[in-house]
């Protein structure tokens, strides 16, 4: 075996330990093993990258099974499978505000096939509710490719005598802490978008947590409650009803799939409280492999059937790649922990 073959990338597991085999008198053993440990990760990357994923693939999703996030990912699953002619599994990992599928996906193999489809609360927010979170969003994850955004609504049982977003701020100073508001739990996206609205507004309202958004949707359409930021996808049954009356938008810019007015557009200049959805990997996963999955991310999004699936949810497609993921996230990470902190919020 020559030395080029020894050295060159092309090299496979079993030559390397060949070549590292006719220096062994010389070299200490520890010295070997990590040797080894080397030429087996640089034939793996080498024939892992090429031909991929060499095994079923999967996606990590840190919610129960049946929630919107659901409705997405396993689209996205189907056709993955079918570019890749090989099957991708959405994993179920809830709890614990989602910490249990992230500390997974963290401690998982860097090799690609397993993913983790997040939100904003597992990587921006969380950081800044818990003190000790058994991951970090940055240093643990490989940034693969920034799925989309969409919005959360604000909605309010159709008792409460508003309109618009004016009217509800008006009526909100007028009634400080008598205007009731639920959300899907204590640090929850939506409770965070609530107490962004307040703080922006210089309003008080009571919050009043439940397990899931659906059970406080519930309440909200029986007057139990009179107002909540809920997804458009949880919502719209109720809407569509009449059970419930939506305002605006929280995003920066209107969506085409709602006819709603955002809630900046009502003078809270800057408010942007969307949900966004990004797929990651674990860290030490190569570079080129998170751009080579970006792309057929990419290419799946663009497809009828996914585009049909954003739309129902009303999430706007992005796509941007691991660089733009990156520079988002740290931005993100910043304007939550100042809301978290000016809230005064804390979960441990």
Not at 64 to 92: C, F, H, M, Y
Not at 131 to 155: A, H, I, Q, S
Not at 156 to 161: E, I, K
Not at 326 to 337: I, M, N, P, V
Request: net charge positive.
């Amino acid at each position: 075996m020559s030395a080029r073959d020894c050295a060159g990338t092309r090299a496979t597991a079993s030559a390397g330990t060949a070549c590292i085999a006719t220096r062994g008198a010389r070299a200490p053993a520890r010295v070997l093993a990590a040797a080894a440990l080397v030429v087996c990760a640089g034939a793996t990357h080498a024939q892992g990258t090429a031909v991929f994923p060499v095994k079923p693939m999967r996606l990590v999703l840190p919610y129960p099974p049946g929630g919107g996030t659901d409705s997405i990912a396993r689209p996205l699953a189907q056709r993955l499978s079918e570019q890749w002619k090989q099957q991708v599994i959405v994993d179920n990992r809830g709890g614990a505000n989602g910490n249990i599928g992230m500390e997974l996906v963290a401690k998982s193999p860097p090799d690609g096939h397993t993913l983790v489809l997040a939100l904003t609360a597992q990587l921006a927010v969380n950081p800044a509710l818990y003190e000790k979170l058994p991951y970090d969003p940055v240093r643990d994850f490989e940034p693969v490719t920034l799925l989309g955004t969409g919005p959360y609504v604000l909605l309010v049982h159709p008792s409460l005598p508003v309109r618009n977003v004016k009217e509800l701020i008006a009526l909100a100073r007028a009634r400080p802490g008598q205007i009731t508001y639920g959300s899907a739990g204590n640090g929850s996206g939506a409770h965070l978008a609530a107490e962004l609205f307040t703080g922006t507004t210089a309003t008080q309202m009571t919050h009043v947590p439940y397990k899931g958004g659906g059970p406080g949707l519930v309440d909200l359409a029986a007057g139990n409650i009179q107002l909540m930021f809920a997804t458009w996808l949880s919502s719209k049954p109720l809407v569509d009803a009449g059970r419930i009356r939506p305002l605006a938008v929280s995003t920066a810019r209107r969506l085409s799939a709602l006819a709603l007015p955002t809630v900046a557009e009502s003078g809270i200049a800057g408010f942007d409280a969307g949900v966004w959805y990004a797929v990651l990997a674990p860290a030490g996963t190569p570079r080129d492999l998170a751009a080579r999955i970006h792309g057929e991310i990419a290419r799946a999004s663009q497809h009828e059937e996914m585009r049909a699936v954003y739309a129902r949810a009303a999430i706007e497609p992005l796509g941007g790649g691991p660089d733009e993921l990156g520079r988002f996230l740290k931005d993100e990470l910043a304007k939550w922990a100042r809301v978290v902190r000016e809230a005064k919020v804390r979960l441990d």
